[in-house]
């Protein structure tokens, strides 16, 4: 019974940065991982950051390493994918990955990015 939104993209130019939010509800504390994920235009997804363990293991992407970070609101149950420097190439739809003691739920909307140059 965990449900989620995530929030946060839109437009911005290339330098520029945005935060992206996941909040969920329910069965939080059934929630044993959070990822962000990406599909950017013509590719298929790809993972961009992941929070496991309380935060003990966080990895990021190469191609995002350094500019973007993954961070929790234990209080608000929410996830933050923070992102620098923000570049063209990062134009995707962005979207929240979480696994339960459960198993993986399923994708919701996502939210855009659109980077300009």
């Known amino acids: 019974q965990v449900r989620f939104v995530e929030s946060g993209g839109g437009l911005a130019q290339a330098g520029g940065s945005l935060r992206l939010s996941c909040a969920a509800s329910g069965s939080t504390a059934s929630i044993t991982a959070v990822a962000w994920y990406r599909q950017r235009p013509g590719n298929q997804s790809e993972l961009v950051a992941e929070?496991?363990?309380?935060?003990?293991?966080?990895n990021y992407a190469d191609s995002v390493k350094d500019r973007f970070s993954i961070s929790r609101n234990n209080a608000r149950n929410t996830w933050y994918l923070r992102m620098n420097n923000l570049q063209p190439e990062d134009t995707a739809v962005y979207y929240c990955?979480?696994?339960?003691?459960?198993?993986?739920?399923?994708w919701g909307q996502g939210t855009q990015v659109t980077v300009s140059s």
């Open positions: 990955d979480i696994r339960t003691r459960w198993g993986r739920l399923s």
């Open positions: 929070f496991s363990n309380w935060g003990d293991r966080i």
